[in-house]
């Protein structure tokens, strides 16, 4: 295992939404770690009504399919990740998500690999619908997301940080409005 950050490296993460972006993975871990295009079969990405970002369920029949191109800025497994780091992760997916041990295959190789991802919590959750876009939500809501991170950044090196889900409440109008758009830019 290498050293980064004074914390074994060895963790794999398998991201499907907003993290898949390069530069959301900066803001949180000061860094873009290693990665690989995957599928994780087994499970559906859903829209989350009111929200910028997806998640995932699982689902006999789905597949989500994370295409690693670094040079279309996108990633899918994460790998190398600290401790440290999957500590930070953890916190910025806050109480919706669980993270789960998962098999996904590597589209460029074939090999099967554990990893870890991030699963919603409430699988009767109302507000799920349809299939989240990667595309839709570059041209339309990462600038937005990407503040909002970086709100959550500054937030935690404070005393009395706030949680993400408190953070992105006090950024977006996720309470009273349908669109979710920011209070300020």
């Given amino acids: 295992m290498s050293m980064l950050s004074g914390k074994a490296a060895g963790h794999d993460l398998f991201v499907y939404g907003s993290l898949q972006d390069p530069h959301v993975v900066n803001v949180l871990l000061n860094r873009?770690?290693?990665?690989?295009?995957?599928?994780?079969?087994?499970?559906h990405r859903f829209k989350i009504k009111?929200?910028?970002?997806?998640?995932?369920?699982?689902?006999?029949?789905?597949?989500?399919?994370?295409?690693?191109?670094?040079?279309?800025?996108?990633?899918?497994?994460?790998?190398?990740?600290?401790?440290?780091?999957?500590?930070?992760?953890?916190?910025?997916?806050?109480?919706?998500y669980d993270r789960k041990a998962?098999?996904?295959?590597?589209?460029?190789?074939?090999e099967k690999l554990?990893?870890?991802?991030?699963?919603?919590?409430?699988?009767?959750?109302?507000?799920?619908?349809?299939?989240?876009?990667?595309?839709?939500?570059?041209?339309?809501?990462?600038?937005?997301?990407?503040?909002?991170?970086?709100?959550f950044m500054e937030e935690r090196k404070l005393p009395e940080a706030k949680t993400r889900i408190d953070t992105f409440k006090t950024f977006f109008k996720q309470d009273d409005t349908e669109d979710g758009k920011p209070l300020h830019s």
């Avoid at 098999?103 to 460029?108: I, Q, S």
């Avoid at 959750?125 to 339309?140: A, I, M, N, Q, V």
């Fill in 32 to 43: 873009v770690p290693d990665h690989s295009s995957a599928v994780l079969s087994g499970f």
């Fill in 50 to 96: 009111n929200r910028l970002y997806p998640t995932i369920l699982p689902d006999s029949t789905g597949k989500v399919t994370g295409k690693c191109l670094y040079w279309l800025r996108v990633l899918c497994v994460l790998k190398g990740i600290t401790d440290d780091e999957r500590k930070l992760l953890d916190d910025f997916e806050d109480v919706e």
């Fill in 102 to 110: 998962v098999e996904v295959v590597l589209t460029d190789t074939s």
């Fill in 114 to 151: 554990q990893v870890g991802t991030y699963v919603w919590r409430n699988k009767d959750d109302p507000d799920l619908y349809g299939e989240w876009d990667f595309e839709e939500w570059k041209l339309h809501d990462r600038e937005a997301f990407l503040t909002a991170t970086k709100k």
